[in-house]
């Protein structure tokens, strides 16, 4: 199939510069419908009451699916081969087939949404052919009937749970359609009907983001396969629209700052776009435009292996993912180096990327595992990992408890400054983010013999009158990457008193450090990769245990640099270098 064109990102700018005194600051929630959009969704929303409605039920467009739309992302094979034995897999827990019970499920709140999402149809097909997977997608949809065709609740008919699900009933119609009891087929199809109707009436009342975009793209995939939905299409599309105003930053990256809703996101846009295809129907052009955003946006979290940074609660998002979503949403783009509004800066020189969170953490209600990691880097050699943040925050599960969760969220679990052994962000007790970063200021400038990049917050100004500022020089092949991290009085606050201050970096599973005599640096072994230095000139450095999250949300044994020194009333700034020496 032809690639969507994209042109290049609108962040791109000539040079990479950034103007002086960039700032960045948290988003705030749209402010609702215009008058005209409540009175088109009110007319809109009364045509189900309308003889319309029941020219439908009568057989003027008799309820079936016009077109069965093509999944192109693999679904996960292992997942698919424990349904064929019996049971769902998800993150490290089972649940037999034979005792589940949608009327009471007693699986984590992550694995409730799989089974509601009707995901697991994607790694059923992929593991089994058609004959021998719809019993086993049939057995499941009648569980799920039983309990939740007639009476809508939460979580199964949440607006993303809902949206989801269309997209993959659609998609794996065969699975659970293949049925000859026609009572049980009618029921599927007024079910998907109903869905379709439910999300009419609450899409916009989802969160901004992936869930109020998820909701408005099985509007339109309803339109499109149920017969007569014209006006849903044009309803759906006028929705989708304003949700990707809302749900994404102008440069492409999604409210939440999250990788795996940004992957999420691409692919239900992807998912979408196949519904246009098998209808042989053109997609919007706002849909095209907004999917080269994202998919640049996407690539600019890429490390040499292929796969995603540990961002915002997600993991390290497998390679294989990231290139089967790019490659179905038919995007070809380079990827964004300055996500200015999304907060990411990339710095790719040679061999070597460098990732740096350069915003505020997302406003608290867009993200249930925002992370309070403002200045923090990531650096990969080729295909190894060196520096990284533990991650996994949002992949609660059988390895994942809650408590550690929230621990991954901390400003310790990045590699970054951190002042008296609190967070630049407050993580409060119910989980949500509190006080802290609200203004980042960035500069960047790509010289002759490389990048340089200084940003600072204000994470600590309020609580310590410290402002953090962090500047990087990666040289134009990257083989050395310095940087300089530095506390220095904020105006206009009182004399800020001595504290503990701690440099923290994060090494990757197959990264051995070996600490010189003097405690001032250390020989960095890349297992089946090259040698590396770190050196300080500020502190004492030493040598942590610490945990790296994968992208099944098991968390690996790790090590980590600490540079510890202490911040003193009248600045101070500590100093570091990694050489390559292989």
């Known amino acids: 199939m032809p690639a969507r064109p994209a042109a290049e990102p609108a962040a791109q700018v000539e040079g990479d510069g950034i103007e002086q005194g960039k700032r960045l600051i948290r988003v705030a929630d749209d402010k609702g419908l215009s008058l005209t959009q409540k009175i088109a969704h009110h007319f809109y929303l009364l045509s189900w009451k309308t003889p319309i409605h029941g020219r439908k039920l009568r057989g003027k467009y008799p309820l079936k699916l016009l077109a069965v739309p093509d999944d192109a992302i693999p679904g996960d094979g292992r ?15 089972k649940q037999a087939l034979d005792t589940l019970d949608f009327a009471r499920l007693d699986v984590a709140p992550a694995f409730a949404d ?20 719809a019993p086993i997608a049939e057995a499941v949809m009648r ?39 026609l009572v049980y087929r009618s029921l599927v199809l007024n079910c998907i009907a109903r869905t379709a109707r439910h999300l009419d009436r609450g899409a916009d009342k989802a969160p901004m983001g992936l869930s109020r975009i998820v909701g408005w793209c099985g509007i339109i ?10 006006s849903r299409r044009a309803f759906g599309e006028a929705g989708l629209r304003r949700a990707i105003d809302s749900g994404f930053h102008p440069d492409g990256g999604i409210v939440s700052r999250s990788p795996l809703a940004q992957l999420e996101s691409v692919m239900a846009l992807a998912m979408l776009a196949a519904v246009y295809d098998v209808r042989r129907q053109a997609a919007p052009a706002f849909l095209d435009e907004c999917m080269g955003r994202a998919v640049a946006a996407l690539l600019g979290l890429v490390h040499g292996d292929g796969g995603l940074g540990s961002w915002q609660g997600a993991a390290a998002i497998a390679p294989q993912m990231v290139d089967a979503v790019v490659r179905a949403s038919r995007v070809r783009t380079r990827p964004l180096r300055q996500a200015r509004d999304w907060g990411y800066q990339r710095i790719a020189a040679g061999p070597t990327v460098v990732q740096v969170d ?23 050699d080729g295909a190894h990992r060196m520096v990284v943040n533990c991650g996994g925050a949002a992949l609660e599960g059988a390895w994942i408890s809650g408590d550690l969760a929230q621990g991954l969220r901390t400003t310790a679990a990045h590699s970054t400054l951190v002042l008296d052994d609190c967070n630049s962000t407050a993580l409060l007790p119910d989980g949500t983010l509190g006080r802290g970063v609200t203004e980042v200021e960035l500069n960047r400038q790509e010289l002759e ?26 040289s134009g092949d990257g083989r050395e990457i310095r940087g300089e991290d530095m506390l220095t009085p904020a105006e206009r606050r009182r004399k800020p008193g001595r504290k503990p201050v701690q440099v923290r970096f994060h090494l990757a599973p197959g990264v051995e450090p070996t600490l010189t005599a003097d405690n001032q640096g250390a020989l960095l072994r890349i297992d089946l990769g090259a040698l590396w230095q770190f050196r300080t000139g500020t502190g004492v450095l030493g040598v942590e245990d610490s945990l790296w999250v994968d992208p099944d949300g098991r968390p690996h044994p790790t090590r980590q640099l600490v540079v510890t020194a202490e911040a003193l009333p009248g600045g101070s700034s500590i100093g570091w270098i990694f050489k390559r020496m292989g």
């Open 449 to 474: 013999n490389g990048s340089r990049l200084e940003l600072s917050h204000d994470g600590y100004v309020r609580r310590m009158g410290y402002v953090h500022r962090r500047l990087l020089l990666v």
């Open 143 to 181: 569980k799920w009937l039983a309990v939740h065709a007639e009476t809508p609740s939460e979580p199964a008919w949440r607006v993303d749970n809902a949206g989801w699900r269309l997209l993959f009933w659609t998609a794996h119609a065969p699975l659970i359609l293949s049925s000859s009891d």
């Open 114 to 133: 799989h089974l509601h999402e009707f995901r697991w149809l994607r790694d059923l097909a992929g593991a089994a052919p058609r004959d021998q997977a």
């Open 79 to 93: 997942a698919g081969a424990a349904m064929r034995a019996g049971y769902m897999l998800f993150r490290g827990q």
């Open 358 to 380: 350069a915003a505020p953490p997302p406003v608290a209600r867009l993200a249930a595992a925002g992370c309070a990691s403002t200045g923090a880097l990531e650096i990969s």
């Open 221 to 230: 995939a309803a339109g499109l396969l149920i017969p007569g939905g014209d």
